[in-house]
């Protein structure tokens, strides 16, 4: 009987526990409570979240169309800008190949100055202050030299034309005629 009476206690003390619990109406209740405040708070996020995209999308869109035609307006000058370097570029090397030549010139006549000695520069001396030989000028080694002021002044009007969109014949014609008297100076 002890047993049936611990086990009667133990019934009883088991129904009293779960007379304590929440029906399972109530329990969906909390637990549906709960899910809905978590999609409430997911909700704010993702609509903070778009708005924050659609205004990085409007910033960048109001940074492109400022920028851009900036961008396209400059850009039409970076081709004149690159042939000008390489021109630049060209005339670098010429005045280098020039300097070369005049430097492998200095050498030869000092060579030739060491090598005739006191006796030698004498009989040439002698030789052009001649009267067979006065008036009569030695024949000219020519070598390239560059107006770099002309040249310089070509390429402002140049580009100047191009900025202005003048066509590219009339600069080329005008160089012509100033490369001409370029010349003949």
Known sequence: RKEEGKMEQDVKALCDDYAKYFSLKELLDVEVEKID???EAFLVRLDECQALGQNISLETQSLADTVQPILSENTRYLNHSFELIDKLFILVKTIEANVLQLEMRFQETEKSYNALGRSGLSKITSWITSDSRL????????FNIIDTETY?????EKQA???NGAPESSSASSSSSSSSSSSSS
């Open 152 to 156: 310089f002044a070509k390429l402002k």
């Open 161 to 163: 034309q191009i900025i």
């Open 37 to 39: 405040k978590i999609v």
């Open 135 to 142: 008036g009569v000028m030695p024949p000219w080694r020519d």
